[in-house]
């Protein structure tokens, strides 16, 4: 078993072209067909032209990221049906063009989340990070959302109160494009369709169609999902891989039911086929301080179908993204006991997920979370890494 290096890009909606990430070193890419509204079915026709476009630089499409799941199959609505219809048919044409793995996520309304994306690290560098207390400034002074002052700790909302007064409109307005814009805007999900001229409204809106939904709806709802389409997922001989929550807690009182042990334990014994897998990401799961990263890669290898690897550091009250080789011991044991359980594999892919900013990097305006040179330093990394351990 061989892990093969990848980056992820956004197709046309990128500024680093097929060429650089070639020269970079990558052997794959993984991607999505980006321009695609959510739901509608991915054809044959389309997903081909964008594989050939990918072949031709040189490179190689065989995990997609992501395919997402329309928000009425997770709130369970009726129309559900139909976007579940798309799922299948979009799958089944993946397939049917060579791609192995459908990455994708179950969280409601928003994706990645974070509060900072200019944390100051060492050497000048800067990464993306995530505070409750702005979050708590946030959703109780700015959304002012019903109830949102007891989902936090006392000292964090006085603390929360006092950074307010520190904030002219000009930071208000930045803290609020940061969670809800920053990380959302790009990656196929309601909040990038959301009109960034009425955020809040729009925002409060969106919460609200989650009235009723806690974690045993949303629960069974991805149950309901997960049972129509990972049968027709190992009849296509394609494998589906969820993404962990991240941050890996409930945010905003959405449920989120991605985060702990107990998840994905719930989640792998409801459909015990392989091919209803997880995409394993270090840094998302990491930022939980009683999730042990090493016993999950063993706990369940023959699920994981695709990797993101960087690590997170915690910080008082939050994380912020580490360097990819931040914990190497973990590293180590992770990429040992998944090539050792995956027998049954040829070849896993991996991204470094996410980069810090670096050099070049702070004069070209990327997509938070995906500058060039920061995430080419990852892929280096991670590269000699796998190399020198012979992992
Ligand atoms: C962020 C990514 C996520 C991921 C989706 C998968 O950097 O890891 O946006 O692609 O959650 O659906």
């Not at 500024?15 to 695609?36: D, S």
């Not at 798309?86 to 990645?112: E, H, K, T």
């Not at 806690?214 to 993404?243: K, Q």
Request: charged letters at 25%.
């Amino acid at each position: 078993m061989e892990f093969i290096g990848s980056l992820r890009w956004f197709g046309n909606n990128d500024r680093i072209t097929l060429e650089q990430i070639r020269q970079g070193g990558a052997r794959e890419v993984v991607t999505a067909l980006h321009e695609k509204p959510i739901g509608a079915v991915w054809e044959k026709e389309e997903i081909t032209a964008l594989l050939e476009r990918i072949r031709a630089a040189g490179l190689d499409w065989t995990v997609v990221e992501s395919l997402p799941v329309h928000e009425d199959i997770k709130k369970g609505k009726p129309e559900r049906e139909r976007w579940i219809e798309n799922y299948i048919a979009s799958l089944q044409n993946l397939a049917a063009c060579g791609i192995r793995v459908i990455c994708y996520n179950f969280m409601p309304l928003l994706d990645w989340v974070r509060t900072d994306l200019r944390y100051p690290v060492a050497g000048g560098r800067d990464a993306l990070a995530f505070d409750w207390k702005c979050l708590a400034l946030f959703d109780i002074f700015l959304l002012k959302r019903v109830g949102a002052a007891e989902c936090y700790p006392e000292a964090w909302v006085s603390d929360a109160a006092r950074m307010l007064e520190t904030l002219d409109e000009e930071g208000i307005q930045q803290l609020i494009h940061t969670i809800l814009k920053g990380t959302q805007s790009f990656v196929n999900g309601p909040m990038g369709e959301l009109d960034a001229a009425d955020l809040m409204v729009g925002f409060n809106e969106l919460l609200a169609s989650y009235d009723g939904i806690g974690t045993a709806e949303l629960r069974s709802n991805y149950r309901y999902f997960l049972d129509r389409v990972v049968p027709e997922a190992a009849r296509a001989n394609i494998y589906l891989a969820v993404h962990p929550d991240d941050p890996p807690f409930s945010i905003f009182g959405l449920p989120r039911i991605m985060s702990t042990t107990e998840d994905f334990a719930w989640l792998t014994s409801i459909q015990p086929l392989p091919h209803n897998g997880i995409t394993f990401c270090t840094g998302s799961l990491g930022s939980r301080a009683d999730m042990d990263l090493p016993a999950f890669a063993k706990k369940y290898a023959d699920r994981i179908h695709f990797l993101h690897l960087r690590f997170t550091e915690l910080t008082e009250s939050g994380f912020f993204e580490a360097d990819h080789l931040s914990r190497p011991k973990d590293l180590k044991l992770i990429l040992k006991t998944l090539k050792e359980r995956s027998s049954g594999k040829d070849a896993l892919v991996f991204r470094p997920d996410h980069g810090q900013r670096m050099l070049h990097d702070f004069d070209v305006d990327y997509h938070p979370g995906y500058p060039l040179l920061g995430r080419l330093k990852g892929l280096f990394e991670l590269d000699a890494f796998i190399k020198a351990y012979s992992v």
